[in-house]
Structures are given as C-alpha cells and as structure tokens.
C-alpha cells in the first residue's frame, strides 16, 4: 500500500514538473552587435540570417516634422519665407562676425566691395526692413546691375554665404523645436515617404515577410503567424524593452496618426503602444495606398500585424541579410 501511494506521489510530482516547465517562458538571447548606420552607432541583434537594428531610427530629415521627421509632440516650424525677423537677425549678426573675421578677405578689392555691399545695401534694405522679401530683393539686385560699383564676384561672394547661413540657421531653429530625450529613447516618428529618404545603403525597412521570418524565429506559431489585422501571439516578452535581457528592446513610442482625433495634434499612446513601419502595400485593397505594420502594447504580450493608410508617422526599425 505504502508502495502505491508513494508512486502516485511521485507520479503527480512529475506531472506538476513537467507542466511547470511547460510553462515556463525560456526568453532566448542572441548575438549582439554594434552598426554604424548614417554616423551613428546603434546596437543591432542577429536572429536567424537576419540582423536586426535593437534601436529605432534616429536620422533627421532637415524639415524636421514639416518632412516627416518628427518626434513625438512636435510642432511644424514655418520658415517658408526668408523674411522671419528671428531668422533675419540670427544671420546678419553672423554675417557681420564674419566679415569682422576677414571670411571675405580673397583679395582687398573683395573684401572692400563685400563690405561697402552689406552695410550700403543688405543690412539697411533687406535685414533692417519687412518691405522686400528675399526673391524680390534678389531680382531688384539683379535688375541694377550693380557690378560697376561692387564687381559681380563681391556680390555673388555674400550672396551665396547669406543663403548658406540662412540654411543653417534654419535646421538650428527646426531642430530647436524636436523633443530630444524622445529621440534618444525612440528615435524618430517617420511618415511613409519620409522613410524612403531615411534608409542607408545595405538596409532596408523590413517586409511584412521580414517580421513574419522574426516572429517565427522568436517562437510565434504559424497559425499566429498568418492572422491579419489582429493581435496575436505572445512574443512581446521577448521583444519588448527588458532589464533581465538584451535583444530587440522594442519601446513604445506612440505615433502620429491621420484623419480626425479627439488627442492634442493627433500624436497618441506614448508608453502605451510602439509601431513599426513595413514595406509591404496591402494588395488586397486596391487604389488605396494601405501598408502593413507591426505594433506592441503595454498591457499584454502580443503583436499586432495591421494595416494602415498613409498620413500616419510610425517609429522604423532596419533590418539586413547576415
């Protein structure tokens, strides 16, 4: 009797075990590495014959948001009119330091007729005054024809160094605008088209196959797999930012989203959801430009395989061959 009742014990003993094992969830851990993508250093996993960046995207298209480029939260800043008084002033202050500095000096003829041409012309008619915008100014000096007086190399000297700092202090104040610790968290929110002028040689954004390939890799099953428009699986303990472990580190970043919303500016679910451009058009919605993505939550660990039309700003993962 004591015989069968200590194999019974042991019997549901094993049983217990075996489905506790079951039960545990093995986070798996794979090779790790370090990839200079457009200057910058992001830490990259290899899972499979694929390398996947363990980092959003973080390069900046010079628009900032007004080229879909953004971080979260972000305003679009208007400079499309050279006559901003901010901009104006920014510039002819550095102008003059540079023409104080000798930037002018190629020879004496020069640099006298690039200075008389600042401060007889520039800085009294164009940076002092709002009654002339930048191409009317340019055309009216073009119609003087003032080269008797300041020689033609003079003129075009300063002009092109005033559109040049122009430029520059344009990206400055564009950039001024971005949430930079957004950035170093999650990178950049990038719409469809940005993204197309975002992606290094030797990368590409991943296809819809590309994440199929990634999710069987990390344990999710077919059937899960193949389902659209839902959320499936259980692989976001593995993708999802983790301190217990370093692999995909996926964060959630929220998004920009088109159409009509009752959120500030249409930016929704910072910490609450992250998505993830895909190359893949939507075939079976035909004449709409609907592309597939992929998207964790915060409140559980599955993941999505949507559609969405453009308009909207997602985060971008690249992924490689090995």
Known sequence: MKSKLATIIFCVCLLFSCRKDEETIQIPTYEISQEVIDGISYKCVTVGDQVWMAENLKTRLDGGRADGSMSFDEPIVTLASKESLELK????????????????NTNSTINAAAEYFIYDDLIPYFFNRNTYGWIQYETMNLN?????????PAIDLVRFEVARLFEEEKKLIILAAADQNYIKEHGYLYTFEASQKVIPQGWRIPSDEDWMKLERAMGMSEQDVLKKDEWRGTIGSVLKANPSVDNFNAKLGGAYIYGVS???????NKDLRGYWWTSTKDETVPADSTYYIRALRFDNDQMLRGTTRLGTAYNIRLVRDK
């Open 89 to 104: 002033l920014l510039v002819k202050n550095k102008l003059i330091k540079q023409l104080n500095d000798g930037f002018f």
């Open 144 to 152: 003087r024809m003032w080269d008797w007086y300041y020689s033609r």
């Open 262 to 268: 009752q959120h500030s500016d249409n930016f929704i």
